[in-house]
């Protein structure tokens, strides 16, 4: 009986705390009632719980690396997917002509936070390609892309084109399962607040966010 007593009074002592806070939300920030200030308090909670969440799965995935020397299986590297210098430029010879004019590999970053990165970039689309539309040149990069893959190492992995322009050729290669986990979740970002219809290549001008490069071979290459 004490125990459930004690229970309900900590809970109305954290609903009042709740609500002098959202008043104070009210007040402050001039908002229209203070049940405005209380979905602000609310809000606040909620992302201060979601750092902390974040914190802890990263300690507790830090304690297990350094426990047992592995990493966890979602930042295993899959070293199949990467591309050395020579197959990079291998890869951009295999746009010359289909539908790029002289191609070359501009930079690659072979993992960057379990992502590889490549840059392909050329005088321009050769004659017979030069009324391709945005999303025909990502079509043909992603199978251009995965039949070297296939043809070199008899796999096909996911393909995420970054940037598709008549002069540019920007893309990704998760490597690990995490890379993928940020790479879809990029995508549907820039899916979700893209609303503009399919624009000619002279057009279409996306700009990547910088990544962190810190990470770029922390992973190890276990299978």
């Known amino acids: 009986m004490i125990i459930f007593l004690m229970i309900i009074i900590g809970i109305s002592m954290g609903w009042t705390c709740i609500c002098i806070l959202g008043y104070i939300f009210y007040k402050l920030q001039h908002l229209n009632s203070w049940t405005d200030g209380l979905t602000d308090v609310f809000n606040t909670i909620k992302e201060i719980m979601s750092?902390?969440?974040?914190?802890?799965?990263?300690?507790?995935?830090f304690c297990y690396t350094e426990l047992t020397g592995k990493l966890p299986d979602d930042q295993i590297i899959?070293?199949?997917?990467?591309?050395?210098?020579?197959?990079?430029?291998?890869l951009a010879?295999?746009?010359?002509?289909?539908?790029?004019d002289l191609p070359?590999?501009?930079?690659?970053?072979?993992?960057?936070?379990?992502i590889l990165w490549l840059e392909i970039v050329a005088v321009g689309l050769t004659t017979a390609y030069k009324n391709l539309t945005t999303a025909d040149l990502k079509e043909i990069a992603i199978r251009t892309i995965q039949n070297f893959y296939f043809e070199t190492r008899g796999i096909v992995p996911p393909v995420y084109i970054k940037v598709a322009t008549e002069k540019r050729l920007?893309?990704?290669i998760p490597l690990c399962a995490e890379?993928?986990?940020?790479?879809?979740?990029?995508?549907?970002?820039?899916?979700?607040?893209?609303?503009?219809?399919?624009?000619?290549?002279?057009?279409?001008d996306e700009e990547i966010p910088e990544l962190d490069h810190e990470k770029g071979d922390a992973y190890d290459l276990r299978l």
Do not use: M
Request: aromatic share 16%; hydrophobic share 35%; with cysteine.
């Open 78 to 90: 899959n070293p199949a997917f990467i591309l050395t210098q020579k197959e990079a430029v291998d």
């Open 179 to 204: 890379g993928e986990a940020f790479l879809k979740k990029q995508e549907q970002y820039q899916g979700e607040s893209s609303f503009a219809p399919e624009e000619p290549l002279d057009l279409f």
């Open 170 to 172: 920007y893309f990704a």
């Open 93 to 100: 010879n295999r746009f010359h002509g289909k539908p790029y």
């Open 104 to 114: 070359f590999s501009e930079d690659i970053k072979q993992n960057c936070n379990g």
């Open 51 to 61: 750092i902390i969440g974040k914190g802890f799965v990263s300690c507790i995935q």
